[in-house]
Structure formats: C-alpha cells, structure tokens
C-alpha cells in the first residue's frame, strides 16, 4: 500500500466534522483504502466479486461432519442457480458470484455457469497422511491466482472470498493448530452444528492428524498441503493475487480465515490487503483475527460460510469511502473544534 | 407483535439451504420483523428514515465536554446541508433525514428544512435541581410520537433514531446510572474524547446528580425529568410512536439506547420493536444493550451519535428480509438435511 496516500487520507479524516476518530473502523478502512488504491480519496469500487469455491475432505470419513458429503456438490449448484444464502447477499451487495470447483469430490459437475478448474477429487484423509502433495497445493495456490486475475477486470474493485466444503471446519482448525500451537481442544467448535460428543471426536481427529503429519508452522505450503483444503489453497492464492493486483480482498469466517493465515506465512505483505468482515461463532475465528491483526466490523453469531460476511461488510466498506468523501471539514460547515 | 406469523418465519428459515441458525442475527431480525410486519415474510420498507433530533444540556456549565456548546447549533445546520456522517450514511442507505430542533440553546435556528419542535432552550442544569419540569419531559415525550406519525407515512417502514447536543452522553450515564443502580465511576466513558482527569470530573458530575435529585429508577418520567434531556426525551417519544405503529426502530448508540430505557420503563412492550445496531466505545453501552436483551450487529468502535450506526445498519436489516424471502429451501434446491 501506499502510505504516504494513507496518512493524506488520515490528515482529511481528522478533518472532518466529528470528533476525531469517533468513526472507529469505518475510518480505518478509508485509510486503507486510500493505501491500496494509491489515492487520498478512495474511489466506489467499479466491479464487486464474490468468489466461491469449493472443495471436499478425506477427513469426512471420519465422521466429523453433521452433513453428508454429498452436500458440496448439491450446494455448489444451489450456488449456481442463485438461491444460497451468498446468492442472495452478494446480489444485495451489487456483487457477482463466480463459483469454482476447485476440489470436489464425485463426477465432473456439468453445469455452463461453473468455473471448472479441479485440480484434485477432494484431498485425502489426513489422519493418515498428507491432505494432498506439495504440488497439488501449490497448483491450487496458482489455480486461484489464476482465478482472481481472471474474473476481476475492473478498477477499482472490491473482492469477497468464500467456500463450501463439507468438513472444511476440520481442516481450517487443523491448519490454526499448525500455526498457533494451540491444542485442538481449546480451537475445534461445532462447525455446522455438531454436538459436544462429537465436537470431542473432532477434536481427537485434528490432534492425530497433526502428530501423523508433523506440518512445519514455518512453512506455509507445508502446513497447506499436510492438513489444509484445496479450497483453502485456493483462497490463499486469491489473497496473493488480490495482493499483487492491489486488490483490497474481503476475508469471510473461519475457513477464509485459514487461507488468510496460510497466505501471510507465504507472503507476509499480502496482510496489507485484507479486511476482516464478521467474527464467526466458530471459537478460533477470533484468535485468528487477532492473529492477522484484523478488526472485524460485524458479529451477528454467523456461522455459514460461502462468503456471506463478506458479502454483508461490502455496503459498510462503500459507506467508508462515502464518508471520506462527502462528508464536510469543519472549515467547510463553520463548525468549532474540539480542544 | 404478531407471535404466529414469527413461529411461522421460523419454520421458513429452518427449511432453507443452510444450516438451522448458521445465520445468527441475520436469522434472528427476519423473524422478529415477520412478528413486527404481521406477516410470515416480511418486506422491504417503502420509506427510510433517519430521525435526528437536537437538544442542549444545562450541565456542560459543568465542563464535562470537550467541545463547547455553540457546536450542537452549528452540526444541526451542517446536517441541513447534507454534510455530517448521518447525511453520508443515510444517503448511502436510501434514507431520508429529518432534523428537529427539540431543544437547542440559544436564538431560534433559521432553516426552511428543520423542524422546530423546541420545548424549551436547553435543560437546566442537574447538579442543582432537575433537568427539567415533570410537564416539560411529557411535552418532549408528545412530540417524539408527533414527530414520527408526521414523518413517517408509508408502510413498511424502517426508522433509525439519533441524536445531536454537547453533554449528552453526561445525561445518558445518569440516566444509565438510575435505572441500574450502578456506580457513575464504572460507566462514565469518554464520550467525544474527554482525557482521564477529565472522565473522573464528569463521573463525579452524574454523582453529584443523582444525590441532589433522588430519580426514582421505577417511574421512567421521573427519571426523564430530573437527569435526561430534551433529545433523549423526544428519541423516546419516537420509540413508543414506533411501538404503538408497529414500526421497527432502529436504535443507535449510548444516548439513543438511554431514550430506550426510558421508553421501556414507561412502555415495556415498545422493547418488541427495538433493534440494536452497534456496540458503541462507550463503556456504559454494551450495559444497556444487556438491559435491554438486544444483540447488536456491528462493533467498530464508533462514537459519533447522530444515528450513524442505526443508518450504517439499514442495508443489514434489509438483507434479513431478503434471505427469508429469497433462498431456496432444501427440498427446492435438491439439497440433502443433515442428522
């Protein structure tokens, strides 16, 4: 980003008329956005994205998921007939939904509106081994760069990310075990709602994963191909793209959050480009907020994924460009400052 | 509210393709605004509008504010002009805004676009008797619902209430003070950004109120009169209008959620109606919203007032109604429950 456009942008917020401030998020985010478009004043993005992919999990076979595998599949043409959840908020937002099958499982899914770009039928069960091999991961790394650079012409733009994956909570949980050290007791949640009893279990499955993986926290495709998602690479890689392109990309709950984490091991920088959008009830959610230093704007106990956060912080990330730009300074309405 | 028409867009929500309850808040509002609207699934409001009212307080002759008092007349032109946060975020929001003057200090303000609705220039100040008459605070109540019915015509609708006068999070914290018997030392904030020496003064300041004026916490217009304000008195007449019109009514931060106490305590039905937007920086806030039994949908340490974070949730509320309208159920969409 460029900070000499963020503290311009600063220099302005302070003039506005209100205490300095007392915007809180709203005016980090016109900030920094002013760092990432390189402008003082950040422009209304010309094109909004939400991109979703989706991806299965040997781990299911476990029995770690209250949904059965089938779902993803039938999910992802629910996405494509516009009548999931992210369909609806993204067509709220002004936002267009790009779905890609970046790792399900079963037949090939035979529908014109898919983005079809699998690089493997789902990974394998890590409790035995890796998820998928180092160059499957870093294919699906490229595969959602690839992705970005394809689907997002216009500038400026504004990306959400999103998944559906069932068991994807898993691997998410074990992916912030392998970065935070923290023991999977304390971080595995309910996912789509399983009970305490099987909550247990799940946390049991990420433990062995990691002892039979021993994923290296210093080596993100390590940690990625080991006990990650082809998803997750493939939010990772958008992250990187959004990064280089100077995208500002929309984080989304618990298993954008994982690609999050993975993206900045490889790419430290590419932090600058996220913004986080709502706190999950998923319980490690927020300790990976905390991790990538993000403050999200909304928590409404949201629980869903597919990148409806996302889509729901695109309204509040265009009204703090607005603020910045239309509101009076004190000069301008004759109004007095403070002390 | 109509409770059969809730239970009814609770079976609705239940059916659609998500998990039971993964939308959280988003979930909770549809339903509440079914039993709001009488109707299992609600519509979008025909009509936005973000209700500001202005309103002085005797008690900054106290100097409890960091900013002197001429400001409150001063904003109140500048959100005339279209210039303050409110404008930026109702506009964004497709909401209109009406300013009235329910009890600013000084000569009448002259504008062909505020409504002039003054009872009285200015409370007096609490540290030596009540704010104001017992007569007084039934007047600004009268005029808040007067107010709401004059302005708000068209069904659906959707109002946010707000607020603009110096000194008002001092009142509010006495209000908040009476009603929960807590001390003004633990729920004094900062308000526009008073420093620590300061913050004890005005702690001492609500203190000192209390002991001279003895509100009684279970009479609402006790309370009202003797240590709230104009502003906070007339966003209370707003909710009860709201309440009695079956309209849902946007609450905003610490000093509208003061108007809300108020409101409850002389009407504890009108709760029904209330929806909570953000959690404010105001320590005292997230204590009201307890009281109140409401969840907010953002935190981002906003501080403004002016009904900033009720207008910056508008797009949310609208995109509940969308969901339970809009998704596919899972037998629609051929998608499989889980256990």
């Known amino acids: ?17 209100k205490p300095p401030g007392s915007l809180g998020v709203l005016e980090d985010i016109a900030r920094r956005l002013a760092g990432m478009q390189g402008t003082p004043l950040p422009r209304l993005p010309q094109e909004k994205v939400s991109l979703v992919l989706a991806g299965d999990h040997g781990v299911v076979a476990e029995g770690v998921s209250a949904f059965p595998q089938e779902v993803t599949p039938q999910m992802v043409l629910n996405f494509l007939r516009g009548g999931a959840a992210i369909n609806v908020l993204a067509r709220r937002a002004g936002a267009r939904v790009v779905v890609a ?30 998820a998928m091999s180092r160059q499957e991961a870093v294919t699906a ?26 068991g994807n909570t898993t691997a ?30 799940k946390a049991a499955v990420v433990e062995r994963a990691l002892k039979v993986n021993r994923p290296d926290a210093r080596d993100g495709l390590d940690v990625l191909a080991k006990v990650g998602g082809l998803e997750i690479a493939g939010m990772a ?16 709950g618990f298993i ?17 480009y ?10 490690g959610h927020a300790i990976m907020l905390e991790m990538l230093g993000l403050k999200p ?7 869903l994924g597919e990148g409806t956060g996302a889509a729901l912080a695109f309204p509040i990330i265009e009204a703090a460009i607005c603020i910045i730009n239309e509101m009076a300074t004190f000069a301008e309405a004759g109004v007095s400052q403070g002390e």
């Not at 998410?172 to 789509?192: C, D, N, Y």
């Not at 793209?241 to 984080?251: D, N, Q, S, T």
């Not at 913004?275 to 999950?280: F, I």
């Open 256 to 272: 954008s959050c994982a690609a999050a984490l993975v993206a900045r091991s490889l790419a430290p920088l590419s932090a600058a």
């Open 101 to 130: 099958d970046i790792g399900v499982a079963g037949p090939v899914i035979a529908h014109e509106g898919l983005v079809n770009c699998r690089v493997k039928a789902g990974t394998d069960n890590f409790v035995h081994g890796p």
């Open 237 to 252: 890689g958008i992250i990187l793209g959004c990064a280089a392109e100077k995208i500002p990309v929309v984080l989304d």
């Open 1 to 17: 980003p460029d900070y000499n456009c963020e503290e311009l942008a600063q220099q302005r917020l302070d003039n506005l008329t």
């Open 172 to 201: 998410s949980t074990a992916v912030l075990a392998a970065f935070s050290g923290l023991p999977a007791e304390q971080i595995t949640g309910r996912g789509t709602g399983i009970d305490e009893t099987r909550r247990q279990h």
């Open 274 to 283: 996220m913004l986080a959008s709502h706190r999950s009830q998923e319980p």
């Open 141 to 166: 790394l490229e595969t959602g760069i690839t992705l970005l650079k394809q689907q997002v012409k216009q500038r400026p733009a504004l990306v959400g990310i999103g998944e559906m994956g069932i």
């Open 297 to 303: 704007m909304l928590q409404m106990a949201m629980r």
